[in-house]
């Protein structure tokens, strides 16, 4: 609970005609029968049906008193009070007494508008300027802090009444207050000598530091000169660097073209070479197939030449069986002889044959290479 809001509670309860007295230091502690009879002061002049005893005794009667108020104003106004705070009676008690006490204040401050309004005549503050309006508010700030300062100190008057009697009753010993003020004295001398040699410490720092940013900003005005006038002359050599420039950018296009020529040619070359590769492939694959089927045929026509052969000698064996003549032996042995004569020279001149195509093909292929 701040001092303001008791304060605010007991300057409520004033204006609206309390028959107590109320300070702002009755409820520092826990105080139940001033609570209670607060309680129903206010009930009774928010609402007058209602009949609550202003004082109460016993624990029971207290609870019971508490319970039919917050049902009261929670069902006929709408007001919420929080009755465990009311029965600390303290200053959270005065926060609960407060949504009652402010709401009395604020209609009773309603109906008194004319004097309100000369109050504010008096008051006036639109044909004030803004510095005299900041002005009133910066006093009324400090005259309430001043009171509140003046509060506190008066809490402590009767701790400091009895120290301030005791001082003026004994009998003062002048010489030690004397040697105690001198000695304050020569203590607040030498730190205000102190405090004078840290200042003029200060105030040298304070010089070395505006002629160092002097320095600078000389320094900084002169290179700011110099770049302008660098800006503004345009050096010898710009002329043959622009006309290099110019060099380089199209040796730098020749070089492009030629590279992307170049690239573009490789790429048709090896498309070139990939396709002869592949036809030589093809090649290769297809006379080794004719080679194949060559020696195929060859094997096939030697083994039907041989089987002729085989079936002759058989019928001229049955022909000698059936004449019975040992001179037809020799006959038909030398006919075998004969014929076999005649396979040779057969079978020579099919491998010449086979030699001649084989040639035909190699020579056609190593025209075709």
């Not at 002005?135 to 005259?143: G, H, K, T």
């Not at 001043?146 to 701790?159: D, F, I, P, R, T």
């Not at 050096?235 to 690239?263: C, G, I, S, T, V």
């Amino acid at each position: 609970m701040s001092y303001r809001e008791l304060r605010n509670f007991t300057e409520m309860l004033r204006g609206l005609g309390y028959d107590r007295k109320v300070s702002v230091d009755s409820f520092r502690k826990p105080n139940l029968p001033l609570t209670m009879d607060c309680l129903a002061w206010l009930i009774k002049r928010y609402e007058p049906d209602v009949d609550l005893p202003r004082s109460v005794q016993g624990e029971a009667q207290t609870i019971d008193v508490l319970k039919r108020a917050c049902s009261s104003m929670a069902s006929k106004d709408r007001i919420k009070l929080n009755a465990k705070r009311l029965y600390q009676a303290d200053g959270y008690a005065v926060k609960e007494l407060l949504k009652i006490a402010s709401i009395l204040y604020n209609a009773m401050s309603s109906n008194d508008d004319d004097d309100d309004m000369m109050a504010e005549e008096a008051l006036d503050t639109t044909n004030l300027e803004v510095g005299e309006i900041k002005s009133v508010r910066d006093v009324a700030n400090e005259i309430t802090k001043l009171s509140a300062n003046l509060y506190e100190l008066l809490g402590k008057e009767e701790m400091l009444r009895g120290e301030r009697e005791r001082a003026i009753s004994a009998n003062p010993d002048l010489s030690a207050i004397e040697s105690s003020v001198r000695a304050k004295l020569q203590q607040l001398n030498d730190e205000m000598q102190s405090l004078e040699r840290h200042i003029e410490q200060l105030k040298g720092d304070v010089r070395s530091k505006d002629d160092k940013i002097e320095r600078k900003r000389l320094d900084l005005e002169r290179q700011e000169k110099r770049l302008k006038s660098l800006q503004s002359v345009r050096p010898a050599y710009m002329d043959e660097y622009e006309k290099l420039e110019e060099e380089m950018h199209m040796l730098f296009r020749q070089y492009l073209e030629r590279h992307r020529n170049l690239d573009y040619i490789q790429g048709r070359v090896k498309q070139y070479e990939s396709r002869e590769r592949e036809r030589m492939d093809d090649r290769d694959r297809r006379m080794r197939e004719v080679l194949e089927k060559l020696k195929q045929d060859e094997l096939d026509m030697m083994r039907g030449h041989s089987l002729i052969t085989d079936e002759a000698l058989q019928d001229g064996l049955y022909d000698d069986v059936g004449s019975g003549s040992s001179s037809d032996e020799g006959g038909s042995s030398l006919s075998g002889s004969g014929s076999d004569d005649d396979d040779q020279d057969d079978d020579d001149s099919l491998a010449d044959d086979g030699d001649d195509g084989i040639d035909d093909d190699s020579g056609s292929s190593s025209d075709g290479f």
